[in-house]
Every structure is written in C-alpha cells, then in structure tokens.
C-alpha cells in the first residue's frame, strides 16, 4: 500500500540555521508529491508540487525540494529559516489507487520550531 | 475574492446530537474533499465529490454523511453515531478531478463535544 513517512515530528533550528524536512514515499511508479504548510488553526497551504520533469522544484518563500526516485524522497529544504517558518509541514503523495481522482495521501506532519 | 469558507470555526455538539459543518467555494471547482485532523496522525479522508450529485466515501466515512447538490458546496454531518467527533475539520477542493490535482483548503472548522 502506499504510504508517506515524514522522519522527526519536531524539527528545531535556529534562525538563520538550514531548514532540511525529510518525507519518503512507497510507490512502484514515480507518484506526484506536494508539500504544505500548515500555521495554527489554519488551513493548509500549498509550497510546491512535483509532477514531472524538473527533479528540483522551487516553491514559495524560498522553499525548495528534490524529488530523488532512487531514494523514494521528496526533502524540503530553505537554506535560511525566519522566524515567521515556524509551523506544520506536510507531505503529501498522489493516491495511485485510485488514478482517475485527485485523492492524495498525507504524511504525520513535521512541526518546525524556529528559536532566536 | 475567490477561495474556500468553512463556517462555523468553532462547533460544540453535545452527546446524541447531529451537527452540520458548512464547506462552500467560489472557484468554480469540480472536486471537494473533507479531512479530519488529530494530533500527530496527519489529515484522513472523510468523503469526497468528484462532481455534482456524486460522492465517495474515504477512509474514515463511518459516522459521517455529505451531499452535493449543488457545485460550490459541500457540507458535512456529523452523526451520532461518531462517537470521537473531536477534531479539526478541513474541507478542500481541486480544479478537475484528475490524478495530481493540487487541492485548495479553507480554514477549518474546531468541534468539541460538551
């Protein structure tokens, strides 16, 4: 079956420090991913999307993830966190099981705290 | 402004009670989605509607009902029948009902049981 595992549900970096978000996926073929943010008691918004081409996909405030097949890893990175990071994160994968929807399957979530 | 307004942000049911969350968008969206948010479990699928008069259950539709009868909305009841309603509730939507639609959330609903 297919699932998304987001390594660490805490993730703490100083500002300024790299923001790295580890998210793996089981597929048998190459699904599209997404990443969202989520603030409190917010909705999610959209960071970025893979679906083809570009294993590099950059993405909104300064966020950006690589998609690598042969780890069956789609990391999000920002090579210097703001305070204003500070929030939920996560990853999400195509539900393949059901091809003709836009179904998606989530990770956990990450929770990014960013200190002083 | 176009976008997705989930109302009420806050709902308390008490025990035995039905209650009604509110889901309606105005982007002109073919599809619409209910998640259910816990604390550290990710959102899960409640029901989804790929077009008007149709729906799917997800993976936790026990306990819960929708309708879609009309395109911009999507509303969502909570049954007696539930008996853990506690939750954030997210409602969504994507343009097409294809496979890698990007989905668009509202702000949620919080229910609490009295």
């Known amino acids: 079956a297919q699932s998304v595992t987001q390594l660490g549900s805490h993730v703490s970096v100083s500002e300024g420090a790299l923001v790295l978000l580890r998210c793996n996926y089981s597929s048998s073929v190459p699904p599209y991913l997404f990443w969202y943010v989520q603030y409190p008691n917010q909705g999610l918004q959209l960071l970025l999307k893979y679906t083809t081409g570009a294993t590099l996909v950059k993405g909104i405030n300064g966020f950006e993830a690589e998609f690598k097949k042969s780890e069956t890893s789609f990391h999000l990175t920002k090579p210097s966190a703001h305070m204003s990071d500070a929030a939920e994160y996560f990853c999400a994968v195509s539900d393949l099981r059901s091809s003709n929807t836009g179904k998606l399957i989530f990770g956990q979530g990450t929770t990014l705290q960013v200190k002083p | 402004d176009g976008g997705i307004t989930q109302s009420p942000k806050y709902l308390f049911r008490k025990e035995g009670q039905n209650v009604t969350l509110s889901c309606e968008q105005n982007?002109?969206?073919?599809?619409m989605y209910w998640y259910r948010q816990d604390p550290g479990q990710g959102l899960r699928l409640i029901y989804y509607s790929q077009i008007v008069n149709d729906f799917q259950k997800g993976d936790i539709a026990e306990g819960y009902s929708v309708s879609r009868e009309k395109k911009e909305s999507f509303p969502l009841t909570v049954t007696s029948a539930q008996k853990n309603p506690t939750a954030f509730y997210l409602c969504a939507s994507s343009p097409n009902r294809g496979l890698g639609e990007t989905q668009y959330f509202g702000p949620g609903t919080r229910l609490l049981v009295l």
């Open positions: 982007l002109n969206h073919d599809a």
